[in-house]
């Protein structure tokens, strides 16, 4: 057996399983699957599927996820750096497709680090509605800001607060959320060995705990008519059906929905809730976790996971559009610059995560202020083609485009308050690396394309200066190939450039860099 499973572990999934166990024990000498999922936002499948230079087989819960071969690696290829595809567990996509998300919907992940169920949200979305992506750990909020800006995500809005904080914040606000719950990890013991090392460790009363809060918050959160999906990566009962049997007696509004046959999975198991603790909760409820859906890595190719869809049966009230808060410009002292405000803008420039401990920043003055936003439409009008590039919110230098009134995230622990598009440094205004990330080729008035083939982008991508002509700055005929530049990856944004007499100036962010 390739991976050291915990004797209790194995003790507990044969009396579960029974005559299934032999067929489920057996995955465990077998290599995981691997996959990746085509981030949409820029490139369709179709193109993809003619532009990847490995073969692909698709994954049958998510048209947009494909299963890569053994052996090969697609995180070593400037496609991967340019945020073309998410490399990702291929069960680990179901849980958004079961969200059924549509254009408009405000959608929040409650727990979302590193991020990979946020960009295929987004991918969803196309750029519409809204997207909050939350998580609790300070530190993975890192990994989560950079994948929202890598993937070219607009629409985000990213926090580092609490479930219970957020629904204060966004009582019966948002059309789906989604939780990807804290779990015991057993589904993943395949894939993550120290998973199964660790696994006598984790306490499964202790996730059970954070389990029942977070989807207590999230029910707070739901708008009448919204979706709620709850997933775990575990095979505990506890954890799954004994847990939305619980939250069903409590939330007599919910009805559990099924996912579709086409997908290969398997249903609930309500006969496997604790016969000991089965009379806590009712019949009705304990029934109606059959409906939830199991992935079993014996069954599909994947590892474990739990889904269950929770639709909320209130009648979904219509509801006007947010109106974004335009920046306010008032005469004030200006505030003693802290050492938080000049590691903020630092981390900008880096194109590392920012963390507003509370979103209420200090008011700058009128001229501060305005500089700011006269060099930001100013670089906007000579640099960018966009035909609604949003209302500018200000934090300290920084500029961002966001989707939600800069007042309603007051209090909140704050990562990214919207699409990050730069900052202002000496007077002058500096784009960020997440402004190019979303960016289309035809939406920058000079871009660049660099080949794979000649290596032009690797070396692009570990930051070095290169030689391009001035004929391969494309650009309309009154522009002058002078100025920032937006570098393309075969056709896909990756960053900018500054381009001057024949040489491209490297601005790509020396955190992110190709190593």
């Known amino acids: 057996m390739k991976t050291a499973l915990p004797e209790a572990f194995i003790e507990r999934m044969e009396q579960l399983l029974g005559e299934e166990y032999t067929s489920f024990i057996a995955t465990y000498d077998q290599l995981y699957y691997s996959g990746l999922r085509i981030n949409t936002l820029k490139i369709a499948p179709e193109a993809f599927e ?20 053994d052996g090969v690696k697609p995180g070593k290829h400037p496609y991967y750096h340019a945020g073309l595809y998410y490399i990702q567990e291929p069960s680990a996509m179901a849980p958004v497709e079961a969200l059924d ?10 727990c979302a680090a590193p991020g990979g169920k946020s960009t295929q949200i987004a991918a969803k979305l196309q750029g519409t509605g809204l997207l909050v ?3 609790i750990s300070a530190e993975r909020t890192k990994a989560l800001a950079k994948n929202i800006e890598l993937y070219g995500v607009r629409n985000a809005i990213v926090l580092n607060d609490s479930p219970e904080r957020i629904a204060n914040a966004f009582p019966n606000f948002f059309d789906r959320i989604l939780i990807d719950a804290p779990c015991s990890g057993e589904g993943m013991f395949r894939k993550e060995p120290d998973m199964a090392r660790q696994w006598e460790k984790h306490s499964v009363e202790k996730c059970e705990w954070m389990q029942q809060d977070i989807l207590k918050s999230a029910s707070a959160l739901l708008a009448p008519g919204g979706t709620i999906v709850y997933s775990t990566c575990t095979f505990s009962p506890e954890e799954n059906e004994a847990m939305i049997a619980s939250f069903l007696d409590d939330h007599a509004e919910f009805n559990v929905m099924e996912v579709p046959k086409s997908w290969g999975t398997a249903s609930g198991r309500p006969e496997w809730i604790d016969s000991s603790k089965s009379n806590e909760w009712s019949e009705e409820s304990i029934k109606a976790t059959a409906k939830c ?36 410009i008032q005469s004030s002292a200006p505030p003693a610059e802290t050492k938080r405000n000049r590691t903020e803008s630092k981390g900008s420039r880096r194109g ?18 305005s500089e700011i936003l006269d060099g930001w439409n100013q670089f906007a009008q000579e640099n960018l083609k966009l035909e609604d590039p949003g209302v500018p919110v200000l934090y300290g230098s920084n500029v961002y485009l966001s989707r939600l009134p800069k007042s309603s995230l007051n209090g909140l622990k704050t990562v990214r308050p919207g699409w990050y598009v730069g900052t202002v440094k000496h007077g002058r205004f500096i784009p960020g690396h997440p402004l190019a990330a979303a960016l289309r080729s035809d939406e920058a008035v000079r871009s660049v394309n660099l080949s794979i083939e000649q290596g032009e982008a690797v070396r692009y991508l570990k930051g070095e200066t290169l030689e391009i002509s001035a004929d391969r ?9 002078k100025g920032f530049v937006l570098v393309l990856v075969d056709g896909i944004s990756a960053g900018w450039g500054k381009w001057l007499d024949g040489i491209l100036k490297n601005e790509y962010p020396a955190g992110w860099r190709w190593t």
């Open 50 to 69: 003619k532009k990847v230079p490995f073969k692909l087989q698709p994954i049958p819960w998510c048209p947009t996820g494909y299963y890569t071969e």
């Open 352 to 369: 590392s995560s920012l963390h507003h401990k509370d979103t209420r920043s200090s008011m700058k003055p009128v001229a501060v202020e």
């Open 101 to 110: 998300i549509q254009l408009d919907d405000r959608v929040l992940d409650l």
């Open 473 to 481: 700055v494309l650009r309309n005929e009154d522009v002058a190939p």
């Open 133 to 135: 992506t939350n998580d």
């Open 293 to 328: 859906t199991r992935l079993w890595p014996h069954k599909i190719q994947g590892e474990g996971h739990f889904v269950a869809v929770l639709q909320h049966q209130g009648k979904r009230a219509e509801r006007s559009h947010i109106a974004i808060e335009p920046v306010c």
